[in-house]
């Protein structure tokens, strides 16, 4: 769909800051607060914006999550359609991709011990064992969120990085406001007092200091990045000089395009994700990066998710 200028500039201040109010944009970006009003409100009707984050570490929280690729095998589209509603109702499982390339299912689990993980997935691999090939089961210790440059072709570095483990003690009020906000960081403080029965201004304090401890780290709207033009590449290196790394962080991480970074225990050696308008481009990103990197880059595969199901961080 076509997007104009201020449609963008909306879209960059949501992508920034999921909770931000209409009128902070509408001074932001010099639009009255009714136009910004119908323009969000347009975009999710539009399904533009699928929702809204809650950027949550959970692992300050003493979670782990594990990173599961799956592909069918002998099913029918009704089969698979059946998987992945189960999956999307399974609470545990807090990401579900459909994904094209060598595999076609994508999942994130976070437990607090391996055990935990045991439980849940031999509970559900037991359900789908006959229809899917399990490719891997890695653990991801980093997830660092790039802004969304390429809306307004601005620049920069800064990042999000959930990953950092305090273990962090929560009481169930916490809990119960980081799983609404997980379902939809927007919801307003009004209808989380509605929700839990509790005192706005006692919510508003809970949610500062969930901020400030580190377990909640940003807000974001979950873009549709299909209607907005753009394909979605998840990119893996194999390197032959693992100590390029570093080199190479600092290069994807001041691209437009690049949105993601990921480090996990069985991945490969270097994973990210790119947004970018595409096929071509994404040679040419590819390109650009083996000139500059040369021999230090081994093989690479790619995914290309197509429809993200499920995105909500503490879903439980």
Do not use: C
Not at 48 to 62: A, F, V
């Amino acid at each position: 769909m076509k997007l104009d200028l201020k449609d963008k500039r909306i879209l960059h201040e949501l992508d920034l800051n999921g909770r931000i109010s209409f009128s902070k944009i509408s001074k932001k970006i010099r639009l009255s607060k009714n136009s910004v009003i119908n323009r969000i409100k347009g975009m999710e009707k539009d399904d533009i914006i699928l929702g809204y984050n809650t950027l949550i570490n959970i692992n300050n929280l003493g979670y782990t999550t594990y990173d599961i690729y799956l592909r069918f095998r002998d099913t029918t589209f009704e089969k698979e359609q059946e998987i992945v509603d189960e999956l999307i109702k399974n609470k545990s499982v807090w990401l579900v991709a459909r994904v094209q390339g060598n595999i076609d299912l994508s999942l994130l689990i976070s437990t607090k011990t391996p055990e935990g993980f045991e439980k849940i997935w031999n509970r559900i691999y037991s359900k789908i064992k006959p229809h899917i090939i399990v490719i891997r089961i890695a653990i991801l210790l980093e997830y660092h969120h790039f802004p969304r440059k390429y809306l307004l072709g601005s620049s920069g570095s800064e990042s999000t990085i959930i990953g950092a483990r305090k273990d962090y003690s929560i009481d169930v009020i916490d809990e119960q406001i980081l799983r609404l906000l997980s379902s939809n960081a927007r919801m307003s403080l009004l209808e989380l007092s509605e929700k839990l029965k509790l005192n706005p201004k006692a919510i508003s304090l809970r949610i500062k200091n969930l901020e400030k401890e580190k377990i909640i780290l940003g807000y974001r709207a979950n873009l549709n990045f299909r209607k907005m033009g753009y394909q979605y590449y998840k990119i893996m290196l194999d390197l032959n000089d693992l100590e390029i790394t570093t080199q190479l962080y600092e290069h994807i991480k001041i691209h437009k395009n690049v949105t993601y970074f990921d480090k996990f225990i069985g991945g490969q050696d270097f994973e990210f994700d790119l947004e970018i308008e595409s096929f071509d481009g994404f040679v040419n990103f590819m390109e650009e990066l083996k000139k500059k990197f040369g021999k230090a880059i081994g093989n690479h595969a790619y995914l290309n998710p197509t429809i993200i199901y499920k995105s909500q961080y503490f879903s439980g």
